[in-house]
């Protein structure tokens, strides 16, 4: 039995009792420490990390502070995971990775996280292998050094021998050869150093109002996993990264120093109370860490785990996130092993294993969900049997609470009730897996190998899955899709009813509802009349021939695209046209329109930069070397993201990830680019000023004008004005081009090119977009943009060119009284947010974007409100949101509204019906008889002028068809 009083205690030990409801509290025994066990009920902390928030002590663990100059390296050599994908660019302090330490054979000593932060290093190990993990580190540090230094050669003696003659010559020849070794430290900051652990959706708002707090500041890390920052808290510094042991979305781990932790515990508790914070014990940590399938030493990892034998690091998934094989030049104890592990990992996962039973993944560890009548739990150690036969044992299990939900989808929140069942994870044959289609139920012995009646373990894909901002329990199966008949009725009655429901939906649209839709514009009935004018959509392939000097249409009889009628009004053809009014707006030299979305427009444009980039490479072109942009959460724009446009043409770097970066913000102005930094990163991707290098702007969120001009000039002072391999700054434009004269006028002076759709803020039909350079024809990045048009994008649709053509004319026309009025509503939107009972984000709008704050998370529930009140909008991530699903914002568009005559003193009516709807009252009728009013476009012909053209255009499609 444990004498407790040989036990050791963290820092946190004396304040336990504080947080202790009486009567329930417990402690107990876990790696070496005296540890709270819990502090109420297990499930009742379970269920706070889930649903609200909780915090733990896991000042147990082990703290280890790597640092000097050739620390990198030595991680390096020594632990799984590549310390060199610690190296974001961006503005955050640090970042962290899921890491192991091997034991040369394919196995783990440990699993672990390594943080850090700037030029150190923190590694943190289970607290119950505290003692190998640094003696790990240390002896691993001592062979690095004096790798070198070691002249003599023992192969003739035996092992044991050998190893103590080496050890000793080292540490010999380490005192004569001193200055001459590798710089690196270690030290066991474990005492000087504590650490908390805080979980659940509220974790952030807790932080927050703590930071805002007079005498403390900084902010929380980027709202992405693994990022890292340094706050301040009082006279005290603290570290906070986002990891955790949970499986939530949202979490952060917390350094700080010791003395200041029975304080700063304190201050957490108090401040989290209103928001439904809990103390939590191991019991919890332990629930919702098998609740989230994560491998916990001792049970899914070590030496004879429960009876089975030492389990290889590719039999638990989450080894795919912690070893990177990618560099093949990184040598660390085992890869050989390792790289055979990977293989047969992914051979296991596409289900093309044969016989387990000659593989090193012989068996590979699954989560489990108890099902039966029994009332009994899954536990450690169990037999697993499948069609007979023994296939695998229990690795860990228990009793869990799981809570229930109100509504579906995005629209879930977490309900007060609640229920439990029993989960786990076993060690069984790898070609036993997950399969939808084929449910596998094992049976269950318990270790005298007697069955456990009414208790079986099914095998599921995973037991809960954290769909920001709340995890939610999963049972292990997938719905099957809700699938609907089709319409039974004649050709006629389902003629009449399709145009029954449409003419429905589009006079409610127009009549009933505000469309603050910032990505939508309608079109002017002339514009919406020529996208219908050609009912045979007559194409043509258009290509530019330099041996000719022209531009060549491939088929006969639509030369009216780009020659024009040989009697006709026009004098020239829609194409040149077309070029000529889009050179006028964008003042442009170049101007290309051939592709149909923006997205399309990205991938020629960056797939045309990536060409010219490697124009004096024969064969295939490299991808790129690396990519600038925006990232979501500060508004980028999807297509320019590396999962969208970017995906085909940068190059993914030595850890695995595309060589993405994203620009740095203003701290003061969320949404704005930090160009000194941005300058900065781009010296850091490119100190060699090696090229290859893409730098896009512009976003789907752009509230303020990218500084074009100070990104050109840092590009052009770090790599020359002339240099012909400096790095592309290209802007992306979709989102604010119909405001262009007022937001971007001067940008071709200063970006390579420039690229977006031309239907949302412009008055375009769907389906058109551009791209533009101020670069002569013949220059060779226009050239290879071209091609990339050309070979993927060359059809010319004469009734999309039409519409666009007389939707620029109409821009050349409006802008000036349009856009100022666009941009005047947006910033009374955002100056009078309050009636909504929202609010603005920093830095007032100069574009048609009002971007407003409402209750964490509710941007959804915002949205569909609104909508269910006849206005429509779009719910919005914020800077600080990690994910779509959890937007805490909606994004106001003002340019469809502007068009319908709405000026300030109409939008601030609107926004008193938003603020009576957010507050649950039914305003519908009210805001679709005040719809009434806006219902005539302006900035266009006036309908007595256009719609004899309408109609004329409409009979000649008559006649045509």
Request: charge should be neutral.
């Amino acid at each position: 039995m444990t004498d407790i009083s040989q036990l050791e205690r963290t820092v946190l030990f004396p304040v336990y009792q504080e947080f202790m409801q009486p009567g329930k509290g417990k402690l107990g025994e876990f790696g070496g420490h005296l540890m709270p066990i819990q502090f109420s009920h297990p499930f009742e902390e379970h269920l706070a990390a889930r649903r609200t928030a909780a915090w733990w002590d896991i000042s147990h663990m082990l703290r280890v502070m790597i640092k000097g100059k050739d620390a990198l390296d030595f991680l390096r050599k020594y632990l799984t995971n590549d310390a060199a994908s610690l190296n974001d660019f961006g503005e955050d302090f640090g970042m962290a990775q899921y890491t192991g330490l091997p034991d040369g054979k394919g196995h783990l000593k440990d699993d672990a996280f390594l943080y850090r932060l700037e030029d150190i290093f923190i590694f943190v190990g289970n607290a119950s292998n505290r003692k190998k993990d640094f003696d790990y580190l240390s002896k691993s540090l001592e062979e690095y050094k004096t790798a070198a230094l070691t002249p003599v050669n023992f192969g003739f003696l035996p092992e044991s021998v050998r190893d103590k003659l080496v050890s000793f010559e080292r540490r010999l020849l380490s005192k004569f050869y001193k200055g001459k070794l590798p710089d690196v430290e270690l030290e066991n900051i474990s005492k000087r150093v504590a650490m908390l652990s805080l979980q659940g959706p509220n974790a952030e708002s807790i932080l927050e109002d703590i930071l805002s707090r007079d005498g403390n500041s900084g902010w929380l890390p980027k709202a992405k996993k693994n990022y890292l920052s340094k706050v301040k808290i009082g006279d005290y510094q603290l570290i906070i990264s986002r990891t955790g042991y949970t499986g939530e979305n949202v979490g952060f781990e917390i350094f700080l120093n010791s003395e200041f932790a029975p304080q700063f515990s304190r201050e957490l508790a108090e401040a989290g109370k209103p928001y439904g914070l809990m103390a939590a014990g191991l019991a919890a940590r332990d629930s919702t860490r098998l609740e989230a399938g994560f491998p916990l030493y001792g049970h899914e990892q070590g030496d004879g785990t429960n009876g089975s034998p030492t389990i290889n690091t590719f039999a638990i998934d989450q080894a795919r996130f912690g070893v990177n094989l990618l560099d093949p030049k990184r040598s660390f104890p085992g890869r050989e092993y390792l790289e055979r592990q990977r293989k047969e990992y992914e051979a296991i996962e596409r289900g093309e294993l044969i016989d387990p039973s000659s593989i090193l993944l012989s068996k590979h560890i699954k989560p489990l969900l108890g099902v039966g009548s029994s009332g009994r739990s899954l536990r450690a150690g169990m037999k697993l049997h499948y069609k007979g036969k023994e296939v695998g044992a229990i690795t860990s299990g228990l009793y869990s609470p799981y809570t229930h939900f109100d509504g579906e989808g995005v629209y879930a929140v977490p309900a007060d009730e609640w229920s439990k069942r029993t989960i786990g994870m076993g060690l069984i044959n790898s070609d036993l897996r997950f399969n939808p289609q084929k449910e596998i139920v094992f049976q269950v012995f318990d270790e005298n190998g007697k069955e456990v009646k009414g208790l079986e373990a099914k095998l599921v894909d995973s037991n809960m899955i954290s769909a920001y901002p709340y995890s939610r329990p999963q049972d292990g199966t997938i719905p099957e899709p809700q699938l609907v008949e089709p319409f039974q009725g004649s050709l006629e009655q389902f003629a009449i009813a399709l145009t029954n429901d449409g003419v429905v939906n589009t006079q409610s649209r127009k009549f009933d509802c505000f469309n603050c839709i910032a990505s939508e514009q309608s079109t002017s009935d002339i514009v919406g009349a020529f996208t219908g004018l050609d009912p045979k959509h007559r194409y043509n392939e258009i290509m530019f021939l330099r041996a000719i000097r022209q531009v060549m249409a491939f088929y006969e009889g639509t030369q009216f695209m780009n020659v024009g009628l040989p009697d006709g009004e026009l004098h020239a053809g829609i194409e040149p046209l077309l070029n000529a009014e889009l050179r006028r707006y964008f003042n442009a030299r170049t101007v290309g329109h051939s592709p149909n979305s923006g997205q399309q427009a990205v991938k020629m444009v960056v797939g045309g930069i990536m060409d010219y980039t490697n124009r004096s490479i024969a064969g295939d072109p490299p991808r790129l070397w690396h990519v600038l942009n925006v990232g979501q959460g500060h508004g980028g724009h999807i297509s320019i993201q590396s999962m969208y446009g970017l995906k085909d043409f940068v190059q993914k770097d030595r850890t695995g990830r595309y060589a993405v970066s994203n620009l740095p913000m203003r701290r003061d102005s969320p949404y704005e680019i930090d160009t000194d930094a941005a300058i900065n990163m781009l010296k850091r991707v490119d100190p060699e000023r090696r090229g290859g290098i893409l730098i896009s702007v512009g976003r789907s969120c752009i509230r303020k004008p990218e500084p074009l001009e100070r990104l050109r000039i840092g590009i052009d002072d770090y790599y020359g004005k002339d240099n012909p391999d400096k790095a592309i700054l290209n802007l992306d434009d979709s989102h604010t081009n119909g405001l262009y004269k007022f937001f971007h006028a001067d940008a071709l002076q200063f970006v390579d090119t420039m690229e977006g759709s031309l239907h949302k803020v412009f008055f375009g039909p769907q389906g058109a977009a551009f791209w533009a350079t101020n670069r002569p024809f013949n220059d060779e990045l226009v050239q290879k943009i071209y091609g990339r048009v050309l070979a993927e994008e060359s059809n010319t649709h004469l009734h999309v060119k039409l519409a666009l053509l007389y939707a620029t004319r109409e821009m050349n026309e409006f802008w000036q009284p349009y856009g100022s009025q666009v941009i005047k509503n947006a910033q009374f939107v955002e100056k009078n947010a309050g009636l909504a009972g929202l609010i603005a984000e920093p830095g007032l709008t100069q574009s048609h974007i009002a971007l407003l704050r409402g209750e964490r998370y509710q941007g959804h529930k915002m949205a569909r409100t609104l909508r269910e009140n006849n206005t429509v909008t779009s719910a919005q991530a914020l800077y600080d949101d990690m994910a779509f699903l959890g937007a805490s914002g909606l994004r106001i568009g003002t340019q469809e509204m502007t068009r319908f005559g709405m000026k300030e003193e109409h939008f601030g009516e609107l926004l008193t019906y938003m603020g009576r709807a957010l507050r649950g009252q039914n305003v519908a009728k009210q805001v679709a008889s005040f719809k009434k009013q806006f219902t005539t476009m302006l900035y266009c012909l006036p309908e007595e002028i256009s719609q004899p053209i309408v109609r004329k255009i409409q009979n000649a499609y008559k006649l045509a068809a």
